[in-house]
């Protein structure tokens, strides 16, 4: 049974910094999509940040310069280095894992940033 489980969400002031993780338990962990998405009270789920297969990444464009996902496939495990927060980037914090109809949620890890 595959599971995602995400870890590393506090509350933080602003400007300070988080780093998320998500362990993974998939068979061919390199081979998957992964990304974070993030759900704020009263909105859509957004995406975040995704790294490919092949190592390609992209970011939202507000996160962009201050987020930053990245892999260990050895270790199953793909993270969100957050620094530069600010009181908008208050939100669920969701890992997913998608390779073609394959697609996998995690459970979510708050990230609340507030003075």
């Known amino acids: 049974q595959v599971q995602l489980v995400e870890s590393g969400g506090d509350l933080v002031q602003p400007g300070g910094s988080l780093r998320l993780s998500c362990a993974a338990s998939?068979?061919?962990?390199?081979?998957?999509?992964m990304a974070w998405y993030r759900q704020a009270p009263g909105k859509q789920r957004e995406l975040v940040a995704a790294?490919?297969?092949?190592?390609?990444?992209n970011y939202a464009d507000s996160v962009k310069g201050r987020f930053t996902i990245s892999r260990d496939n050895a270790k199953n495990t793909v993270y969100l280095q957050m620094n530069s927060l600010k009181p908008e980037d208050t939100a669920v914090y969701y890992c997913?894992?998608?390779?073609?109809?394959?697609?996998?949620w995690g459970q979510g890890t708050q990230v609340t940033v507030s003075s």
């Open positions: 997913n894992a998608n390779k073609g109809s394959r697609n996998y």
């Open positions: 998939i068979s061919s962990f390199s081979t998957y999509t």
């Open positions: 790294t490919t297969n092949y190592g390609r990444t």
